[in-house]
């Protein structure tokens, strides 16, 4: 695995839930608004000091709680390249691909530490630790990465009614 080492890991606990993502009191709102909240329960912090390309490594369960949808797209607004994490609600992992985040179901996620640079291969998938060590992660099908690529479901149903000369592809 050769991706280099560029996205700075966001590390958290196990059993992240939507209303920690997409808080209640924030709903009422737009995504951008929403965003500001984003784990301002668990990491103050994290909504102010994420930057595009980086990961929120956490433990099992991330996303139980509601099927919000807002929850997985909190984290693309915010540019979140990935959520890397042992194991996922249902409905958080079908949201988060629909909108276009990338989930990698790695067993080993909880070895990674907060701050830590780690590269990101997605269609292998595997990371790439600062110790040197790569970390497999289950492979992602090809449709759910071809979602990711294209922004989620919707742009992906727009490209491809685009290519086959649909006219009205809004």
Not at 68 to 88: K, T
């Amino acid at each position: 695995m050769n991706a280099p080492a560029t996205h700075r890991v966001w590390r958290l606990g196990a059993d992240i839930d939507t209303d920690a993502l997409a808080p209640g009191h924030a709903m009422k709102h737009g995504i951008d608004i929403i965003a500001k909240h984003c784990l301002e329960a668990v990491r103050p912090e994290f909504a102010a000091g994420v930057r595009p390309g980086d990961v929120v490594v956490a433990g099992p369960n991330f996303g139980i709680g509601s099927s919000r949808e807002q929850a997985a797209a909190v984290l693309v607004q915010l540019g979140v390249a990935a959520v890397v994490a042992p194991s996922y609600s249902g409905l958080y992992f079908r949201n988060a691909f629909n909108v276009g985040l990338l989930l990698l179901t790695c067993a080993e996620a909880e070895s990674l530490q907060d701050g830590e640079l780690i590269g990101l291969d997605t269609r292998t998938p595997a990371l790439r630790a600062a110790d040197g060590r790569t970390l497999a992660c289950e492979p992602v099908p090809g449709f759910l990465n071809d979602m990711v690529e294209a922004g989620g479901l919707l742009q992906l149903l727009r490209r491809r009614m685009v290519a086959k000369g649909v006219n009205d592809a809004r």
